[in-house]
């Protein structure tokens, strides 16, 4: 069965979006290399590249279902924060818009009875659970540590420890 447009559609900005997903995460570990917090930067870098993925997943899927993938340009990221708290804070509603824009999709796709795309959704549905939950974790650290300094390096070596 081939894909409907719309939902072709929809899927084509999605990729679009998750490639943003990944600019923005690699602008916000920019800003921490040059705050010298390499282990935010390193969070950050393996974000990027899960973001890439989830574009590449998208991708895929729209091929094998015999649509056409139709890429656009991607919107320059922000580069600059205040703070390590202000970037998780935009990372966390960040994370909650891709969310929304899932559900979009496969609020369509169900509207549709279109039981594969649904399917294929609900990685990205669980996936979004684990994204949501694990910047909303560290923004709640950075909001516990506030001006602390020591708590701020103590977070930055324990983000260093996160594998892709």
């Not at 979006?17 to 390499?38: D, P, Q, T, V």
């Not at 580069?79 to 824009?101: C, G, L, P």
């Not at 950075?142 to 390096?153: A, C, S, T, V, Y």
């Amino acid at each position: 069965m081939l894909m409907n447009e719309r939902i072709q559609e929809l899927i084509n900005d999605q990729i679009n979006y998750e490639m943003y997903s990944g600019y923005i995460y690699l602008s916000m570990a920019a800003y921490f290399e040059s705050e010298n917090l390499k282990g935010f930067a390193n969070w950050m870098k393996i974000q990027a590249y899960e973001e890439l993925k989830h574009a590449q997943k998208f991708f895929d899927y729209v091929n094998e279902r015999g649509a056409r993938v139709l890429l656009k340009s991607i919107q320059a990221p922000k580069t600059e924060w205040i703070s390590a708290k202000e970037v998780f804070k935009e990372a966390y509603e960040h994370e909650k818009n891709v969310t929304a824009r899932i559900y979009n999709i496969a609020d369509y796709a169900i509207e549709l009875k279109d039981h594969a795309t649904v399917s294929f959704l609900n990685w990205y549905a669980d996936e979004q659970v684990e994204e949501e939950a694990n910047t909303l974790e560290i923004l709640q650290k950075l909001e516990k540590i506030g001006d602390h300094m020591q708590g701020l390096f103590m977070l930055d070596s324990e983000l260093s420890k996160r594998e892709g």
